[in-house]
C-alpha cells in the first residue's frame, strides 16, 4: 500500500515532533501494511521549522534510520508546496524523488480563492504532473472545476480524514462525492503525529467503494 502525502520527517515542520515520534508514525504505517511512503515536508508554509534546502540531508539522515527499523518500507522524498502568486520557486527541487514523472505535491489557500485550474494547467504544460492535496479542502471549486483540473492532466488527492469525517462535515461532502464520480487517484493520510493526525490510511480506504483504486506511481530505475 502506497501513502503518498505525509509529515514523518520529524523537526522540520508541523509534523513529527521528534524522530521517536517520526518512528511510531512508521511503526504505524507498518502495522497497516503500507509499503511506500513519501515523505512531504511543507514548503512556502508558515508552519515550516528549517529551510527546505536541509530537507535531503535530513532525508537521507532519517532514511538510514528507517530502513534498519522498517526494511519493509520504501521511503521517498517530496515535498507539500503552497502556491503562493507571489513567488515562484524552482518546482524542480520540490517533485517526488525516485519517480519516472515531475510529481508535484501543491496545496492552495483554503480561505482565499485562488485560480486553481490555471495555475495548474500552467504547471503541467511546463512539463510537470501535480497532485492536488486534500481538494475536497476548496470548497470554492466547481465539480467542473475539479473535472477539468483532471482533463488538463493533474492528480488528484483526498485525505484520509476527509474521508472519515474527523475534518469536518464540508470536506466529508466533497471528499465523497469527488470519490462517487470517479475523480480521485489517491487517498493519504496527510498524517502530522502518532495520534489525532496519525496514519489512517486503511482506516478511510475502508469507507470508500471497492470500485475506487489507487494510481500507482511508476518508480524510476
Ligand atoms: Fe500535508
Request: glycine share 4%.
Amino acid at each position: 500500500m502506497f501513502d503518498m502525502h505525509t509529515h514523518i520527517l520529524p523537526e522540520v515542520d508541523d509534523g513529527a515532533k521528534t524522530l521517536d515520534v517520526a518512528l511510531d508514525m512508521l511503526k504505524q504505517q507498518h502495522k497497516q501494511g503500507v509499503t511506500k511512503i513519501v515523505l512531504t515536508p511543507h514548503v512556502q508554509n508558515k508552519v515550516q521549522k528549517k529551510s527546505s534546502s536541509e530537507y535531503l540531508e535530513r532525508f537521507n539522515q532519517f532514511n538510514e534510520i528507517a530502513k534498519k527499523a522498517y526494511p519493509s518500507i520504501k521511503l521517498f522524498l517530496g515535498a507539500e508546496v503552497m502556491y503562493d502568486q507571489f513567488k515562484h520557486p524552482d518546482y524542480d527541487k520540490f517533485i517526488f524523488r525516485g519517480f519516472n514523472k515531475k510529481y508535484l505535491l501543491i496545496e492552495f489557500s483554503v480561505e482565499m480563492e485562488t485560480p486553481i485550474v490555471e495555475v495548474l494547467y500552467n504547471l503541467v504544460s511546463k512539463g510537470y504532473t501535480p497532485i492536488v492535496a486534500h481538494i475536497e479542502r476548496y470548497a470554492y471549486l466547481s465539480l467542473d472545476d475539479v473535472r477539468q483540473i483532471r482533463k488538463d492532466g493533474s492528480l488528484i488527492q483526498v485525505n484520509s480524514g476527509g474521508i472519515l469525517g474527523t475534518d469536518g462535515k464540508v470536506f466529508k461532502r466533497l471528499a465523497h462525492l469527488y470519490l462517487k464520480e470517479n475523480l480521485v487517484d489517491f487517498i493519504a493520510s496527510d498524517c502530522h503525529n502518532a495520534q489525532f493526525r496519525g496514519p489512517n490510511l486503511v482506516k478511510a480506504l475502508k469507507k470508500v467503494p471497492s470500485t475506487f483504486k489507487m494510481k500507482e506511481l511508476e518508480e524510476s530505475l
